[in-house]
């Protein structure tokens, strides 16, 4: 199997934060990279955005402590280029974060999914990169 996931900032919150209705099928995401069956992606500013609604939303210190064990063992960074910066703001995204995140996916040149619980946010994507929940993912992931 072997994917490059980027996963979107819901994902890393929902292990981190034990979101009850969640946490299952995201942790099972990170399960598959500590397996060494996918690598996870995703940009310094989604941490930057975990960790500061982690913050409010659990402690600062033990939010930090996670994100920090997440991204040391199982995460990697890629981050945005000026030009996919621009290409976000002149999308049709609703949100430029998404697009821009989106963005940083795509001209990344590595990333086979992008996993993300709020598949809406991504619904004027060009469609250059399959957006999946993490269940819909881990239902590919047994099939393949």
């Not at 990697?76 to 910066?85: C, L």
């Amino acid at each position: 199997m072997n994917y490059n996931i980027f996963i979107d900032s819901d994902i890393i919150l929902d292990v981190l934060l034990q979101r009850v209705d969640f946490y299952k099928d995201s942790y099972a995401i990170f399960s598959l990279c500590e397996k060494e069956e996918i690598n996870l992606y995703t940009s310094s500013s989604i941490i930057l955005n975990v960790q500061y609604i982690g913050g409010k939303l659990s402690s600062k210190k033990s939010a930090a402590k996670v994100i920090h064990y997440l991204v040391e063992n199982f995460i990697n960074i890629i981050n945005p280029t000026k030009r996919t910066i621009l290409k976000g703001y002149e999308s049709n995204f609703l949100d430029a974060e998404d697009a821009i995140q989106y963005f940083t996916a795509v001209d990344s040149g590595i990333i086979d999914y992008i996993i993300t619980r709020n598949i809406k946010d991504y619904k004027n994507a060009p469609q250059q990169l399959p957006i999946l929940t993490p269940m819909q993912f881990l239902k590919l992931a047994i099939q393949n």
